[in-house]
Antibody, heavy 120, light 107 residues
Framework: EVQLVESGGGLVQPGGSLRLSCADS????????MHWVRQASGKGLVWVSR????????TYADSVKGRFTISRDNAKNTLFLQMNSLRAEDTAVYYC?????????????WGQGTTVTVSS | DIQMTQSPSSLSATVGDRVTITCRSS??????LNWYQQKPGKAPQLLIY???SLQSGVPSRFSGSGSGTDFTLNIISLQPDDFASYYC?????????FGQGTKLEIK
Protein backbone atom coordinates (compact mmCIF):
# COMPACT_ATOMS: atom_id res chain seq x y z
CA GLU A 1 0.00 0.00 0.00
CA VAL A 2 1.34 3.40 -1.01
CA GLN A 3 1.97 5.73 1.85
CA LEU A 4 2.92 9.38 1.75
CA VAL A 5 4.53 10.88 4.84
CA GLU A 6 5.06 14.63 5.17
CA SER A 7 7.57 16.29 7.43
CA GLY A 8 9.23 19.64 7.93
CA GLY A 9 6.39 21.69 9.34
CA GLY A 10 6.76 23.90 12.35
CA LEU A 11 6.62 27.41 13.76
CA VAL A 12 8.33 30.13 11.73
CA GLN A 13 8.35 33.90 11.92
CA PRO A 14 6.82 36.02 9.17
CA GLY A 15 9.33 36.41 6.36
CA GLY A 16 11.00 33.14 7.25
CA SER A 17 11.45 29.91 5.30
CA LEU A 18 10.57 26.25 5.66
CA ARG A 19 11.13 23.21 3.50
CA LEU A 20 8.48 20.52 3.54
CA SER A 21 9.18 16.96 2.47
CA CYS A 22 6.87 14.16 1.40
CA ALA A 23 8.31 10.65 1.31
CA ASP A 24 6.61 8.02 -0.83
CA SER A 25 6.95 4.40 0.31
CA UNK A 26 5.66 3.00 -2.96
CA UNK A 27 7.49 1.79 -6.03
CA UNK A 28 5.98 4.07 -8.64
CA UNK A 29 6.72 7.57 -7.31
CA UNK A 30 8.60 8.59 -10.44
CA UNK A 31 5.55 7.81 -12.60
CA UNK A 32 3.14 10.19 -10.88
CA UNK A 33 2.46 13.89 -10.89
CA MET A 34 2.43 15.21 -7.33
CA HIS A 35 0.51 18.01 -5.64
CA TRP A 36 0.55 20.12 -2.51
CA VAL A 37 -2.78 21.15 -0.97
CA ARG A 38 -3.23 23.19 2.19
CA GLN A 39 -6.00 23.71 4.71
CA ALA A 40 -6.16 26.46 7.30
CA SER A 41 -7.72 25.48 10.60
CA GLY A 42 -11.48 25.11 10.22
CA LYS A 43 -11.34 26.09 6.55
CA GLY A 44 -11.55 24.36 3.22
CA LEU A 45 -8.97 22.79 0.94
CA VAL A 46 -6.78 24.96 -1.26
CA TRP A 47 -4.58 23.61 -4.04
CA VAL A 48 -1.05 25.04 -3.87
CA SER A 49 1.17 23.51 -6.51
CA ARG A 50 1.85 20.55 -8.79
CA UNK A 51 4.86 18.97 -10.47
CA UNK A 52 5.02 16.48 -13.30
CA UNK A 53 6.62 13.07 -13.03
CA UNK A 54 10.14 14.07 -14.09
CA UNK A 55 10.11 17.46 -12.41
CA UNK A 56 10.33 19.48 -15.61
CA UNK A 57 6.91 21.15 -15.29
CA UNK A 58 5.60 23.02 -12.26
CA THR A 59 2.47 25.08 -11.61
CA TYR A 60 1.54 27.29 -8.68
CA ALA A 61 -1.45 29.05 -7.21
CA ASP A 62 -1.13 32.82 -7.57
CA SER A 63 -1.05 33.20 -3.80
CA VAL A 64 2.31 31.39 -3.55
CA LYS A 65 3.88 32.07 -6.95
CA GLY A 66 7.35 33.51 -6.59
CA ARG A 67 7.59 32.48 -2.93
CA PHE A 68 7.15 28.68 -3.00
CA THR A 69 9.07 26.15 -5.09
CA ILE A 70 7.98 22.58 -5.67
CA SER A 71 10.58 19.98 -6.57
CA ARG A 72 11.19 16.25 -6.39
CA ASP A 73 13.98 13.72 -6.09
CA ASN A 74 12.83 10.58 -7.86
CA ALA A 75 15.91 8.64 -6.74
CA LYS A 76 14.80 9.20 -3.15
CA ASN A 77 11.03 9.00 -3.77
CA THR A 78 10.62 12.41 -2.17
CA LEU A 79 8.63 15.53 -2.96
CA PHE A 80 9.57 18.95 -1.59
CA LEU A 81 7.99 22.34 -1.07
CA GLN A 82 10.41 25.17 -0.37
CA MET A 83 8.47 28.01 1.23
CA ASN A 84 10.09 31.45 1.44
CA SER A 85 8.84 34.86 2.53
CA LEU A 86 6.21 33.19 4.65
CA ARG A 87 3.14 35.14 5.71
CA ALA A 88 0.58 34.64 8.45
CA GLU A 89 -1.94 33.58 5.82
CA ASP A 90 0.28 30.62 4.87
CA THR A 91 -0.52 29.05 8.25
CA ALA A 92 -2.18 25.71 7.47
CA VAL A 93 -1.88 21.97 7.38
CA TYR A 94 -0.03 21.07 4.19
CA TYR A 95 -0.87 17.82 2.45
CA CYS A 96 1.02 16.17 -0.34
CA UNK A 97 -1.10 14.14 -2.74
CA UNK A 98 -0.35 11.83 -5.61
CA UNK A 99 -1.87 12.30 -9.03
CA UNK A 100 -3.50 9.09 -10.15
CA UNK A 101 -1.80 6.95 -12.77
CA UNK A 102 -4.44 7.62 -15.42
CA UNK A 103 -5.40 11.17 -14.48
CA UNK A 104 -2.60 13.34 -13.13
CA UNK A 105 -5.08 15.91 -11.83
CA UNK A 106 -7.01 13.40 -9.67
CA UNK A 107 -5.46 13.13 -6.20
CA UNK A 108 -5.87 9.50 -5.25
CA UNK A 109 -3.43 9.13 -2.34
CA TRP A 110 -2.83 11.74 0.36
CA GLY A 111 -0.34 12.11 3.16
CA GLN A 112 -1.39 12.77 6.74
CA GLY A 113 -0.34 16.42 6.60
CA THR A 114 2.23 18.60 8.31
CA THR A 115 1.37 21.78 10.16
CA VAL A 116 2.95 25.11 9.30
CA THR A 117 2.43 28.04 11.66
CA VAL A 118 3.66 31.49 10.68
CA SER A 119 3.66 33.77 13.69
CA SER A 120 5.90 36.12 15.61
CA ASP B 1 -10.17 31.12 -11.44
CA ILE B 2 -13.11 28.71 -11.59
CA GLN B 3 -15.36 29.09 -8.56
CA MET B 4 -16.93 25.98 -7.06
CA THR B 5 -20.07 26.36 -4.97
CA GLN B 6 -21.41 23.51 -2.88
CA SER B 7 -24.79 23.24 -1.25
CA PRO B 8 -25.77 22.79 1.41
CA SER B 9 -22.88 23.89 3.62
CA SER B 10 -24.13 21.56 6.32
CA LEU B 11 -26.61 18.75 6.45
CA SER B 12 -28.13 16.68 9.23
CA ALA B 13 -29.23 13.14 8.44
CA THR B 14 -29.93 9.80 10.03
CA VAL B 15 -28.34 6.40 9.46
CA GLY B 16 -30.13 4.81 6.53
CA ASP B 17 -31.04 8.10 4.85
CA ARG B 18 -30.25 9.08 1.30
CA VAL B 19 -28.50 12.43 0.90
CA THR B 20 -27.58 14.59 -2.06
CA ILE B 21 -24.86 17.23 -2.17
CA THR B 22 -24.65 19.56 -5.12
CA CYS B 23 -21.69 21.37 -6.62
CA ARG B 24 -21.83 24.10 -9.24
CA SER B 25 -18.89 25.48 -11.19
CA SER B 26 -18.63 29.03 -12.50
CA UNK B 27 -17.85 27.76 -15.97
CA UNK B 28 -18.16 24.59 -18.00
CA UNK B 29 -15.76 21.96 -16.67
CA UNK B 30 -17.17 19.12 -18.78
CA UNK B 31 -16.74 16.17 -16.39
CA UNK B 32 -13.51 17.24 -14.67
CA LEU B 33 -15.06 17.03 -11.23
CA ASN B 34 -13.90 15.00 -8.25
CA TRP B 35 -15.37 14.37 -4.79
CA TYR B 36 -13.42 13.89 -1.58
CA GLN B 37 -14.41 12.85 1.94
CA GLN B 38 -12.59 14.24 4.94
CA LYS B 39 -12.96 13.23 8.57
CA PRO B 40 -11.83 15.50 11.42
CA GLY B 41 -8.06 15.54 11.80
CA LYS B 42 -7.56 13.29 8.78
CA ALA B 43 -6.48 13.74 5.19
CA PRO B 44 -9.08 13.87 2.42
CA GLN B 45 -9.87 10.64 0.59
CA LEU B 46 -10.92 10.39 -3.04
CA LEU B 47 -14.46 9.08 -3.54
CA ILE B 48 -15.44 9.92 -7.11
CA TYR B 49 -13.44 11.14 -10.08
CA UNK B 50 -14.45 12.33 -13.52
CA UNK B 51 -17.87 13.21 -12.12
CA UNK B 52 -19.17 9.65 -11.92
CA SER B 53 -16.34 7.11 -11.64
CA LEU B 54 -16.13 5.37 -8.28
CA GLN B 55 -12.62 5.19 -6.84
CA SER B 56 -11.42 1.67 -6.12
CA GLY B 57 -12.35 0.54 -2.63
CA VAL B 58 -15.12 3.10 -2.16
CA PRO B 59 -18.51 1.60 -1.24
CA SER B 60 -21.11 1.53 -4.00
CA ARG B 61 -23.56 3.54 -1.89
CA PHE B 62 -21.61 6.57 -3.12
CA SER B 63 -22.34 7.82 -6.62
CA GLY B 64 -21.74 10.95 -8.63
CA SER B 65 -23.39 12.50 -11.63
CA GLY B 66 -23.45 15.63 -13.72
CA SER B 67 -21.57 17.44 -16.42
CA GLY B 68 -20.96 20.98 -17.55
CA THR B 69 -21.55 23.15 -14.50
CA ASP B 70 -23.85 21.10 -12.28
CA PHE B 71 -22.84 18.02 -10.34
CA THR B 72 -24.21 15.89 -7.52
CA LEU B 73 -22.87 13.43 -4.99
CA ASN B 74 -25.41 10.93 -3.74
CA ILE B 75 -25.05 8.68 -0.74
CA ILE B 76 -27.72 6.05 -0.26
CA SER B 77 -28.33 4.20 2.98
CA LEU B 78 -26.06 6.38 5.13
CA GLN B 79 -23.70 4.52 7.42
CA PRO B 80 -22.16 5.85 10.66
CA ASP B 81 -18.76 6.04 8.92
CA ASP B 82 -20.19 8.47 6.32
CA PHE B 83 -20.60 11.38 8.70
CA ALA B 84 -17.80 13.64 7.55
CA SER B 85 -17.12 16.65 5.34
CA TYR B 86 -17.32 16.40 1.58
CA TYR B 87 -15.56 18.54 -0.99
CA CYS B 88 -15.94 18.83 -4.72
CA UNK B 89 -12.92 19.85 -6.80
CA UNK B 90 -12.56 20.87 -10.42
CA UNK B 91 -9.56 19.53 -12.29
CA UNK B 92 -10.36 21.16 -15.63
CA UNK B 93 -7.70 23.81 -15.28
CA UNK B 94 -5.26 25.17 -12.75
CA UNK B 95 -5.60 26.49 -10.16
CA UNK B 96 -7.57 23.41 -9.21
CA UNK B 97 -10.29 24.76 -6.97
CA PHE B 98 -12.40 23.13 -4.29
CA GLY B 99 -15.88 23.83 -3.09
CA GLN B 100 -16.22 25.23 0.41
CA GLY B 101 -17.28 21.84 1.75
CA THR B 102 -20.42 20.20 3.08
CA LYS B 103 -20.44 18.95 6.65
CA LEU B 104 -22.67 15.91 7.05
CA GLU B 105 -23.76 15.48 10.64
CA ILE B 106 -25.83 12.97 12.51
CA LYS B 107 -29.36 14.16 13.25
Amino acid sequence: EVQLVESGGGLVQPGGSLRLSCADSGLTFSSHWMHWVRQASGKGLVWVSRINSDGSTTTYADSVKGRFTISRDNAKNTLFLQMNSLRAEDTAVYYCARGSYDFSYVMDVWGQGTTVTVSS
Amino acid sequence: DIQMTQSPSSLSATVGDRVTITCRSSQNIIKYLNWYQQKPGKAPQLLIYAASSLQSGVPSRFSGSGSGTDFTLNIISLQPDDFASYYCQQSYTTPYTFGQGTKLEIK
